[in-house]
């Protein structure tokens, strides 16, 4: 049951604050231990749920769409930056906003930079999307896929 508070808190955190909030901010509001968040965390982990910093057991790196860290793609609604794991994920945030976004993003091959809008549900703009990895093995190693 506290996975479950852990996730809808981590993602709740995300869509609001553009981050995921640190363990010991989880701990204190679902009124726990740190050693049990980071256990949640884990076995969320271990689930596909959210992927944890590398040698951590308390630092959300990810919890998809949302990125933890900077990327290169970026999502931006009302004056509020997310950032997105891959161009694939912005497209996952545009769409949880429920509002209008711009997206921002890079040519992985020249650099030159990529912008495309998501109007009332719908992305426009071009450009194209390339995967590397078949995303049936995305989580191979879905930190660097």
């Known amino acids: 049951m506290l996975a479950a508070d852990v996730r809808r808190r981590v993602y709740r955190a995300c869509l609001e604050t553009g ?3 640190a363990a010991h901010d989880l701990a204190r509001d679902l ?7 980071e256990d949640a965390l884990t076995a ?10 590398p040698a951590t057991r308390n630092t959300v790196w990810m919890a998809h769409p949302f990125s ?26 545009a769409s949880l906003l429920s509002r209008d976004a711009d997206i ?4 992985a091959c020249c650099g030159d930079s990529i912008t495309l809008t998501a109007r009332e549900g ?6 194209l ?6 995303p049936r093995r995305f989580w191979d190693n879905v930190g660097y896929t």
């Open 19 to 21: 981050a995921a909030p």
């Open 44 to 53: 969320l982990q271990a689930g596909h749920a959210l992927v944890l910093a």
């Open 104 to 107: 921002h993003s890079r040519c």
């Open 31 to 37: 009124n726990t231990s740190v050693v049990a968040i």
């Open 129 to 134: 999307v390339h995967f590397v990895v078949p």
């Open 122 to 127: 719908v992305v426009h703009g071009q450009a």
């Open 68 to 93: 933890n860290v900077i990327t290169d793609y970026r999502v931006v609604a009302s004056d509020q930056t997310w950032w997105a794991n891959c161009a694939w994920d912005t497209f996952g945030i």
